[in-house]
């Protein structure tokens, strides 16, 4: 089959390079892709947001399943676009996309689910906010931005006073524009995190192999919020009875909600978790891939991706056995631009990238990248995903900082601790 892959990114082209390999798949196109896709597929200069454009290239080139990786194509309607036409994308609808668009309504499925989450409140005024922060004791709170916010709408806020700030930020000084219309206060919940991916198609439910992402940018957890620095899978935090707990609590109950509402989950449903002494409790519920721990994840499956991302778009998980993984921990490293997640520079030649690649058991997976005069520039604030298996979660550690080792630009950098949490529970 032909398969479309919508996005530019690390997690992109981790999904293009598996369909690549797939048996099942003849052809792979890159919408727009980057320098790494065009290695594995035709890149075509579409923007992953123009859904008009992307509909008549795929009517055009007879596409049989489009793979969305960024949210917001789908939180505006990409996969009803598709399927107006006439045509195949593994993704949720529009209404379901808003599990991710929307936190409130995120909130709600939550409630009619009884899916355990921190106690919240969803506001829509400086005033109710004071009423409320007032009413409560002096403690920390999450704010968080109702809508999308390129991953910058959660303020993690000491006391009453910077709750409020944060809510003002938001509602009154329109930080996030639309986003921002509500609120979230909600508990500041302590545990590890941890990444659930699951496959759903509508009511069949397949999580794959768990993961844990690096969000801040630096070592020890410190420093700002980034898009994620790194990822390794498995998380080992999630052993198999905390999986069960987390298939029963949260998925199946989660997507069972979403039925009801009227707008059943088709996609990748992607489970943000804080593992608290009390259990598992959901942060987020993301619609698509997690970026980086898509690259992780995917480097270890060894089902054909293209047949079973097929299955679920058409609701035939169920007649699907269980996916094949390699048992093998893999560990992802984000080399990034100086200044992210701030300002950066791009335009700076990429060497080493051969060298690396050529490493057993690792692959190089490019975030922001453009190929141009036979050179690999960066072109982003996360350039690469150098993700590599080992025997355990250091060798692969080891094996992916071996292949960092051989890259080079002006102003690369990473974080050197990547999958340490392993062994500091
Ligand atoms: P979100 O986009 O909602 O997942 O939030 C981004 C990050 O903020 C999460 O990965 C957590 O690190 C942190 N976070 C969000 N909500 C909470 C919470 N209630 N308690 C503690 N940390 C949180
Ligand atoms: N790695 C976090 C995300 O994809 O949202």
């Known amino acids: 089959m032909k398969v479309l892959v ?35 597929g035709s890149c075509v200069p579409l923007p992953s947001d123009d859904i008009p454009a992307l509909v008549s290239f795929a009517r055009d080139q007879s596409i049989d399943l489009a793979v969305v990786g960024p949210e917001v194509p789908l939180v505006n309607g990409l996969v009803d676009a598709f399927q107006a036409a006439g045509l195949r994308a593994f993704g949720p609808s529009k209404q379901a996309a808003a599990l991710e668009g929307s936190k409130a309504f995120a909130k709600e499925i939550m409630r009619r689910g009884n899916v355990p989450t921190a106690d919240h409140v969803v506001l ?8 409320f922060l007032q009413d409560r004791e002096d403690q920390s709170w999450v704010v968080k931005a109702d809508g999308l916010a390129a991953g910058k709408g959660v303020i993690m ?53 768990s993961s844990q992402d690096h969000k801040r940018a630096g070592d020890g957890d410190t420093g700002p919020n980034t898009g994620g620095m790194g990822a390794y899978s498995p998380a080992p935090l999630v052993t198999p009875e905390l999986m069960s707990d987390i298939e029963r609590n949260v998925l199946v109950p989660t997507v069972h909600a979403m039925k009801l509402a009227g707008c059943p989950f088709q996609g990748l449903l992607y489970a943000g978790l804080m593992i608290t002494n009390q259990g598992p409790r959901v942060l987020e519920f993301n619609v698509r891939f997690g970026d980086p721990e898509a690259q992780p ?88 995903g150098i993700t590599a298996l080992g025997d355990d979660h250091s060798d692969a550690k080891r094996r992916a900082y071996e292949a960092v080792k051989c890259i080079r630009w002006e102003g690369a950098w990473c974080r050197k601790d990547i999958s340490d949490k392993v062994r500091q529970p």
């Open 6 to 40: 919508i996005g530019q990114g690390g997690r992109e082209h981790a999904l293009a390079w598996k369909l690549a390999g797939a048996e099942s798949v003849t052809d792979v196109f890159c919408a727009p892709g980057n320098a790494g896709m065009a290695t594995v």
């Open 124 to 131: 829509e005024t400086l005033e109710e906010a004071q009423t």
């Open 297 to 384: 994840v995917l480097l270890r499956l060894r089902s054909d991706l293209g047949e079973v991302l097929l299955a679920a778009a058409d609701g035939r998980l169920a007649e699907f056995g269980p996916l094949e993984w390699d048992p093998r921990p893999s560990v992802c490293v984000v080399m990034a631009s100086d200044g992210y997640p701030e300002k950066y520079q791009t335009g700076h030649p990429i060497q080493g990238l051969d060298q690396a690649a050529a490493l057993p058991d690792v692959e190089v997976f490019h975030a922001g990248t453009t190929a141009a005069d036979g050179q690999v520039l960066t072109s982003g604030g996360r350039v690469l």
């Open 157 to 209: 806020c000491d006391d009453r006073i910077q709750a409020l700030e944060a809510v003002r930020h938001i509602l009154v000084e329109d930080a996030f524009g639309n986003a921002g219309k509500q609120v979230v206060i909600e508990e500041t919940l302590v545990g590890q995190e941890a990444s659930i991916l699951a496959l759903v198609d509508g009511n069949t439910i397949v999580a794959l192999e």
